[in-house]
């Protein structure tokens, strides 16, 4: 059963501060790695990441993927309070049923 | 943001009775989902369906069946709610030349009394 784990659950920082928040999985057949941000609707993409150690960036935003380790880490740089929300960590195998297997999610908070 | 529409946004039932959720998309992608989210286990995949009549079951799939008559609608129901079904229900698209890359709706609140 693929699995995928995120830590910490939930986080709070101060603006302006640096978080890492990170994610590990074991999926059989990995295609690729999701982030995605989830406010109080719909959980909108971030990055996808296929290849281990090319860092995505946006903005304030970046990550990366270690296939041999198995994980990913998001990085979010001089925090806004506009950057509370879940983060969730994703990961799509492509077999058997070919959706994507979600971790429970970061909560992260950021106090002005 | 893809054109994703789900109806109704929310929904009140009792217990037993059947529920259908709509998913509605306009960007004419092949693949479609159907997810539940709950506090404490994240996002489920119920049903996913890749192409019209094309459907399959997902990790939580028991309680659900799922049709896809149409390329733009993607429907889930539940034939005779319980309350362990009570929860947020997002639909979710990705085109055929990138599957893994999920769009998802805004989402139907259910709650069963």
């Known amino acids: 059963e693929d699995k995928v784990v995120q830590s910490p659950l939930s986080l709070v920082v101060h603006e302006g501060d640096t978080v890492t928040l990170n994610c590990s999985y074991e999926v059989t057949n990995f295609r690729s790695l999701l982030w995605y941000k989830q406010e109080k609707k719909a959980p909108t993409f971030l990055f996808m990441l296929t290849s281990s150690g090319i860092e995505k960036k946006s903005g304030r935003l970046s990550s990366i993927l270690d296939k041999k380790e198995l994980f990913s880490i998001l990085n979010i740089t001089a925090t806004q309070t506009g950057d509370s929300a879940i983060y969730l960590c994703?990961?799509?195998?492509?077999?058997?049923?070919?959706?994507?297997?979600f971790g429970k999610g970061t909560h992260l908070i950021i106090q002005p | 943001d893809a054109g994703i529409t789900q109806s109704p946004r929310h929904k009140v039932t009792e217990t037993g009775t059947p529920v259908t959720l709509r998913c509605h998309q306009t960007?004419?992608?092949?693949?479609m989902y159907w997810y539940r989210q709950d506090p404490g286990h994240g996002l489920r995949l119920i049903h996913y369906?890749?192409?019209?009549?094309?459907?399959d079951k997902g990790e939580v799939s028991d309680g659900y069946s799922v049709s896809r008559s149409k390329t733009e609608d993607f429907l889930l129901t539940l034939e005779s709610a319980t309350s362990s079904q009570t929860s947020v229900y997002f639909c979710?698209?990705?085109?055929?030349?990138?599957?893994?890359?999920?769009?998802f709706g805004p989402g139907t609140r259910l709650t069963v009394l």
């Open positions: 979710a698209i990705s085109d055929q030349l990138a599957q893994d890359s999920q769009f």
């Open positions: 369906s890749y192409g019209v009549k094309d459907t």
């Open positions: 960007e004419n992608h092949r693949y």
């Open positions: 994703a990961v799509y195998s492509g077999g058997g049923a070919d959706g994507l297997t």
